[in-house]
């Protein structure tokens, strides 16, 4: 069955602190991951693409295979990163895409 | 980026009415779409796939015949969620792919459409 999982509904961090949000998915064959990343008022949009492997806003992912995980990473969290972060897995070639539960994260001064 | 936008942004009816909301590809042409349901405080949930030209695509447990889906053509596709209940409130979301942008499949998403039904 297709699955992904984000343990943490909430996660909060200083300014200037380091942040990583969990994803761990559960998906037949070689799925393509995206992070997608909703701020306060806004629609839904794109952060990042696992197989871009490119760094947005500071931010990066990794899949890893054995572990079946596309954590999200920041080396510096800033105010402005607070938002609602959404792990998101599509079959390989595929058109549908599922999402996480969610995690709101809340980046303090 | 691609824009998809939605209409009604927020809409009210009377229980056992039908409501129609729109979900429109502005710049691009989109062949398929993809409709959503997202609770308070809760993640998407896919609802349908929607194919220009052809029958949507249901996910398990949601009623074809409760949520109608119309992709008739390459920038318009429409939801009716008909004869609605209070339990159909909810946050609806439309999102499409441009099959030209690349190979990544990224969604473009429309800003929602919040229906409450009294």
């Known amino acids: 069955a297709q699955r992904v999982t984000q343990p943490e509904k909430l996660l909060s961090v200083f300014k200037g602190a380091p942040v990583e949000l969990k994803c761990n998915y559960s998906?037949?064959?070689?799925?393509?991951l995206f992070w997608y990343v909703q701020y306060s008022r806004q629609r839904l949009q794109l952060l990042l693409r696992h197989i871009s492997r490119e760094s947005i806003k500071g931010f990066t992912a990794d899949l890893n295979k054995g572990e079946t995980s596309f954590h999200l990473k920041k080396p510096f969290a800033q105010e402005e990163d607070s938002a609602m972060y959404y792990c998101a897995p599509r079959r390989a070639g595929g058109f549908k895409t599922i999402f996480g539960a969610g995690t709101r994260l809340f980046v303090k001064a | 980026g691609a824009v998809v936008s939605q209409h009604p942004s927020w809409v009210i009816c009377k229980s056992g009415t039908s409501v129609k909301i729109e979900c429109r590809s502005l710049d691009f042409q989109a062949t398929t779409m993809f409709w959503y349901r997202q609770f308070p405080k809760q993640s998407l949930m896919l609802m349908a796939t929607?194919?220009?030209?052809?029958?949507?695509?249901?996910e398990q447990g949601v009623e074809k015949d409760k949520f109608l889906i119309n992709h008739a053509s390459l920038t318009l596709s429409t939801l009716t969620v008909t004869s609605a209940h209070p339990e159909d409130s909810s946050f609806y979301i439309c999102?499409?792919?441009?099959?030209?942008?690349?190979?990544?499949?990224?969604?473009?998403f429309g800003e929602g459409s919040r229906l409450t039904v009294l």
């Open positions: 998906y037949s064959g070689s799925p393509e």
């Open positions: 999102s499409a792919r441009d099959p030209w942008r690349g190979l990544a499949g990224e969604l473009f």
């Open positions: 929607s194919n220009e030209g052809s029958k949507a695509t249901y």
